[in-house]
Each structure stands twice: as structure tokens, then as C-alpha cells.
């Protein structure tokens, strides 16, 4: 494997950009959309704390990605996708419909890890619907 890269995506609340020289992304998504197809090098994503309102989807051609939050303050990806209403944040060709794509966080990916972030189905409860976070 070669060496590894760092990306920042900046907090909802403060914008950071070009922080120590490290490329910085507006929204999680942008910044896996900017990991290399097929990439052998570990791209740690380094998430601002804060709630981050988005579906996240890492595709099987986007590997070795680390998503790591803040350990001191909460960072959190939410969405509120259901298995019968899913509001996409991307082409529904790429993500697909049903309980296994109405995932906040859908994770296709090889060699993923994830630290100190909370992933929330934020849909509210409905009887006979599922709602998925991973």
C-alpha cells in the first residue's frame, strides 16, 4: 500500500478551509466523491464536529477510507430516509431504492473503519417502516 492521504471536511458550524495545507471539503460526501477510484492508499476523512445532515454513500470502487470525528465534541452524519421515502443526495442509479439503500451511512467499500462518529437515522417513528443508520 502507499502512503496515505488526509482530507478535512469542515464543521456545519465553522468553516474551515485549507487548515495546515490539508485539502478541506464542504460535505462528507464531497470529499469521498474526491478519494481516487480504486485507491490503495488509507484516505483518512477527517470530520468537523457537528451534525452533519447528509446520506453518505462509499461505493465498492472507493476502498481503504477512514472516517474519523472529533473526540471531544460529537460528530454526527443523520438523515432521515425510510424504506418507502428515500430523499436522495444523489443519482437514485447510484444508491437504489429499499431498506438496504435508505441507510444514512451505506458503506460498499473494502478495509473501512470509522471512529468517534455517530451515525443517526434521524426519520421519524412510523409503524410498518424501517429506517436504517448503516
Not at 471531544?72 to 438523515?79: M, N, R
Request: glycine fraction near 8%.
Amino acid at each position: 500500500m502507499g502512503d496515505r492521504r488526509v482530507l478535512l471536511v469542515a464543521s456545519p458550524e465553522v468553516a474551515i478551509f485549507g487548515y495546515d495545507g490539508v485539502v478541506s471539503f464542504a460535505s462528507v460526501q464531497d470529499t469521498v466523491d474526491a478519494v481516487p477510484l480504486n485507491n490503495q492508499a488509507r484516505t483518512i476523512i477527517r470530520i468537523g464536529p457537528g451534525v452533519h445532515r447528509q446520506q453518505v454513500h462509499i461505493p465498492k470502487t472507493k476502498n481503504f477510507i477512514t472516517l474519523c470525528g472529533s473526540p471531544i465534541k460529537d460528530t454526527v452524519i443523520c438523515w432521515d430516509n425510510t424504506t418507502t421515502r428515500i430523499k436522495y443526495t444523489q443519482s437514485s442509479q447510484e444508491i437504489g431504492t429499499g431498506t438496504l439503500n435508505s441507510a444514512t451511512v451505506i458503506v460498499e467499500g473494502d478495509d473501512f473503519i470509522v471512529e468517534n462518529v455517530i451515525f443517526k437515522n434521524s426519520a421519524p417513528q412510523v409503524s410498518g417502516q424501517q429506517q436504517q443508520s448503516v
